[in-house]
């Protein structure tokens, strides 16, 4: 007989890892996108553009399982040796701060275009406007892809079980080797998936509205 109060309460251990790494590359990807985002704009470089667009390229067209391996394995080789978690934030966070890099780029011209002139006109310079003016409402843009990525997030972190992060899905795997119960311990998980996804979700809606309020 399964003890359901035992499997749940490890499959609960495995979803707060999954959440500590969902959150901690969700805070690197929101940070490092940001800060390359913003260079992008103030310091206006083509060579700058160009590596910032290859970074983006490359990371976008690695497969994100490959990307934890190098990170796991190939900083190892380095001498640079990562436990399983921190090398999953670090890797899922700087794969994301390609995407977000485009998002928040894409939110400054937005705001720029139809700011930039009444920002002038006030004498502020270009940096006063771009603090005081532009990122302000470009976050509003901003908000709704970064939910729609945070959401994505959550479900790219199944990948760590890979390199040995004990989140949800490597405990659902070792329940499943234990119990041979393959079909509750599966469907748990996804209700705990749902469960998470929900709330973040929910999260990201309050947040958009707390914005535009």
């Known amino acids: ?19 500590i790494i969902a959150l901690g590359a969700l805070v690197l990807a929101i940070s ?25 390229d490359i990371l976008r067209n690695i497969p994100s399982l490959v990307w934890l391996f190098l990170v796991y394995f190939g900083l190892g080789h380095l001498g640079i040796r990562l436990a399983p978690v921190p090398a999953a934030t670090v890797g ?25 002139e009444p920002a002038a006109a006030l004498g502020l ?3 006063l406007a771009f603090r005081l003016v532009i990122v302000p409402n470009s976050w509003r843009i901003s908000l709704p892809p970064i ?3 945070a959401l ?16 949800l899905m490597f405990q659902a795997r070792a329940l499943m080797n ?20 929900f709330i973040l979700f929910r999260a990201t809606r309050w947040a958009e509205q707390m914005a535009s309020a």
């Open 125 to 127: 310079s270009r940096l």
């Open 32 to 56: 490092l996108g940001f800060a390359l985002a913003s260079a992008s704009f103030l310091l206006r470089s083509s060579a700058l553009d160009t590596a910032l667009t290859a970074y983006g």
């Open 147 to 149: 939910g729609n990525y």
């Open 1 to 19: 007989m399964v003890d359901l109060g035992s499997v749940f309460s490890t499959l609960l251990d495995g979803a707060r890892i999954s959440v």
């Open 152 to 167: 994505a997030l959550l479900k790219d972190t199944t990948l760590a079980a890979a390199i040995a992060a004990p989140e």
């Open 92 to 116: 899922l966070g700087v794969i994301g701060s390609a995407m977000l890099m485009d998002t928040f780029a894409a939110a400054f011209r937005s705001v720029a275009a139809k700011q930039s």
């Open 178 to 197: 234990q119990t041979f119960e393959t079909g509750l311990v599966y469907a748990l998980a996804a209700a705990i998936y749902l469960g998470i996804a």
